[in-house]
């Protein structure tokens, strides 16, 4: 069955940046820019299911949490509720005030984890991929947030590409000497030598280093630990390892949604997906977007009401999409990273 103990949330479709791999630029005609409320975290998601989930990632497919207008109150609502949750932040950390950073701080605790999505060294770097970022800004929340949180782990996230394949050594240093604790190398697949009908032969942004390339169709990740900080996550990490040993027993699909690691997805609309993969807006997904719409969709319906569906015990576990085919073919169990990571 489909595990929901870790959620991953779009808070809001809306960003002030325009990263060009994002889905925001690749099918820009099909963007909403909307966001979810606090009103509807209470009313749609209630605090018996807010009890229950051990982790949300804050991310999304178009947009960031950041720019949530209820985004530290919602924050705040699910921490009186389920204390021992873990929060994950997924962010460019660009235009938000001093305040703002400073409440956020006041908000999280040693459970959570926010990631800055940093792939440059200064402003005319960082800008190459995410364009229209504010370097200044993003510095300062870092140091504000540091400042009045000591407690949370903090996370400098890359992803490699041409323009900063020679400098990883540096931004690592970078992040070592404004006191993050973990420094996150991303190997995308979002280039010409896989997609050359959509990037091209000559992409720009694709590493001549190939080894900084992923080899499959999902992204791969290495991680530097740059303190004594324990990560959170620990007891997570030791249900997917239980739930891959299950699969890997009763010869399952390795559908990372069955482990759990990767979190069921809802977007800024209130549609309920399996994954984050299945609601990108992309062609290849439009069975999965209409279905979303009209079935599962938290605005018309209750989340038992979505998670008991028939659909998840019957259709569902054919697993025959594009993205379950390419991103969770059978041998990934195998894969420590796949089974474990998000």
Not at 21 to 42: G, H, I, M, T, W
Not at 199 to 214: F, I, K, N, R, W
Not at 274 to 298: D, G, I, S, V
Request: aromatic share 12%.
């Amino acid at each position: 069955m489909l595990k929901w103990d870790h959620w991953h949330i779009e808070p809001s479709s809306i960003c002030a940046l325009k990263c060009p791999r994002c889905p925001r630029a690749e099918v820009s005609d099909s963007l909403l820019n909307q966001q979810l409320s606090l009103d509807f975290y209470k009313t749609q998601i209630g605090d018996d299911t807010i009890k229950q989930i051990k982790k949300i990632t804050f991310c999304g497919n178009d947009g960031d949490p950041i720019y949530c207008k209820d985004f530290i109150s919602i924050c705040k609502w699910i921490k009186q509720i389920n204390s021992t949750i873990q929060l994950t932040i997924i962010t460019n950390g660009s235009y938000k005030s001093t305040a703002w950073w400073q409440e956020l701080a006041s908000v999280l605790d040693a459970e959570d984890e926010v990631n800055w999505s940093i792939d440059g060294w200064d402003q005319d770097s960082n800008a190459k991929y995410r364009v229209n970022s504010d370097w200044d800004s993003i510095v300062n929340g870092i140091k504000t947030f540091f400042t009045h949180n000591k407690l949370t782990f903090r996370t400098w996230a890359t992803i490699a590409f041409r323009f900063n394949q020679t400098r990883i050594c540096h931004q690592k240093q970078l992040a070592t000497d404004m006191g993050f604790d973990l420094f996150q190398l991303t190997k995308s697949t979002k280039f010409g030598s896989k997609y050359p009908d959509t990037y091209g032969a000559g992409d720009l942004l694709e590493p001549t280093d190939l080894s900084l390339v992923a080899t499959g169709h999902r992204f791969e990740r290495q991680s530097d630990t740059l303190t004594a900080k324990e990560r959170p996550g620990k007891q997570l990490k030791t249900i997917f390892f239980k739930r891959t040993k299950e699969l890997q027993q009763s010869k399952q699909y390795a559908g990372i949604c069955l482990i759990g690691n990767k979190g069921v997805f809802l977007n800024s609309q209130g549609h309920f997906f399996p994954c984050c993969w299945t609601a990108n807006r992309y062609p290849h997904n439009n069975q999965w977007l209409e279905m979303a719409q009209q079935k599962f969709n938290l605005n018309t319906r209750t989340f038992k009401e979505i998670i008991s569906d028939s659909f998840w015990t019957t259709e569902f576990l054919k697993f025959d999409s594009l993205e379950c085919t390419t991103k969770c073919a059978p041998d990934r169990l195998s894969d420590v990273n796949h089974t474990s990571e998000w």
